[in-house]
């Protein structure tokens, strides 16, 4: 298939682990048993399905945001509180004290994901401008905003560039906070902020390097609800596209106005880089058709250069463990309809 198709990262959790994650009273040898079958098992899927590339389904993961941080005794429970539109919350904890360090690193899950394939495999990190937010606004004695900045750059590179050299086919920032600080601050400050953080990042990377290096944003993805789908998204996309990275992957079948995204995509879209457009709708219980996807791709085909178009899913099936609002075999379902759909738009642009 000459038109790139790939995940995005998270997979509903196995029913063992969710029913391991139900009973405190579970081992921990056993639970760490229990995800690394079921990371197997999410790849062997993925394959079965012919994708070219895959992930571990972060089944490993207690979310796609704090898995570096799990673990550390330096954090409050009562940090930034992110609101969904259907009324649930999700609560970031907070620093109290530095320095800031990464407890758990995403080579790890690249390492474990690659044992069970001959697949490229792709690697989902956070980004840092989502770990920026744990800082709290009244600050930290002895243990300065700059300092503290300082401390998650260099964790955050280390994260992204120990899965390059791991040999990681992309690692993908995640960057759902993008549009929700449009939410939080309309001006584009604090967006401006989040930009400059991770470009900063980045910016420790060659050509080469960065060419291996995506980002992904769409609005929030939760028990079957979002946190940012009202904001406008032609208000993110220019900035988003200033990132210095090789790939973008955008939310895109959930999105209201279709041709209006893919106009401001073709014009902001960055010299040699490539866009990933999502074709399904994880939070919508419907699966899509073959023929839906098709049809998703040739509109986007006719903004876009086709040598520079791929597919993904809108978003991660479950970034949350403990999100059940999809079931994995719905998942399955829609992933499967995103790889014939992409293969069925290939064939008809004569790619």
């Not at 973008?248 to 879209?269: G, I, R, T």
Request: charged fraction near 25%.
């Amino acid at each position: 298939m000459s038109l790139p198709t790939e995940p995005i990262g998270s997979i509903p959790r196995t029913h063992d682990i969710l029913a391991a994650m139900a009973d405190d009273s579970g081992d921990a040898t056993a639970f760490a048993e229990l995800q690394q079958r079921a990371v197997a098992e999410t790849i062997r899927a993925l394959e079965e399905l012919g994708s070219p590339v895959v992930t571990d389904g972060e089944q490993s993961k207690p979310s796609f945001a704090t898995y570096p941080i799990a673990g550390l005794d330096n954090l409050a429970p009562d940090g930034a509180i992110i609101q969904f539109a259907d009324g649930h919350q999700r609560q970031l904890p907070r620093l109290t004290s530095g320095p800031f360090r990464y407890a758990a690193h995403a080579v790890d899950y690249l390492r474990a994901a690659k044992q069970h394939t001959t697949v490229p495999v792709k690697q989902a990190v956070i980004a840092p401008s989502a770990l920026s937010l744990l800082y709290p606004a009244d600050g930290i004695e002895d243990y300065p905003r700059e300092r503290f900045l300082a401390d998650l750059a260099d964790a955050a590179e280390a994260d992204i560039r120990r899965c390059l050299d791991e040999g990681a086919h992309l690692v993908q920032l995640d960057f759902t906070e993008g549009r929700l600080s449009l939410q939080l601050d309309p001006s584009g400050g604090v967006l401006d902020q989040f930009i400059e953080l991770n470009n900063l990042v980045l910016d420790r990377f060659s050509d080469e390097e960065r060419a291996r290096i995506g980002v992904h944003s769409c609005p929030g993805g939760d028990q079957d609800s979002t946190h940012s789908l009202d904001v406008d998204y032609s208000a993110l996309l220019p900035k988003l596209m200033q990132l210095r990275v090789g790939a973008f992957y955008l939310q895109f079948a959930s999105e209201p106005e279709p041709e209006k995204v893919l106009a401001v995509v073709a014009e902001h879209l960055p010299a040699q880089a490539r866009v990933f457009i999502g074709v399904t709708d994880p939070i919508d219980p419907v699966v899509e058709t073959p023929e839906q996807v098709r049809d998703r791709v040739l509109l986007a085909a006719r903004y876009l250069p086709v040598e520079r178009l791929g597919t993904c899913d809108d978003c991660g099936f479950a970034p949350f463990a403990d999100d059940t609002s999809t079931s994995r075999e719905t998942a399955f379902a829609k992933i499967r309809a995103r790889i014939e759909g992409t293969a069925l738009a290939a064939t008809e642009l004569g790619v």
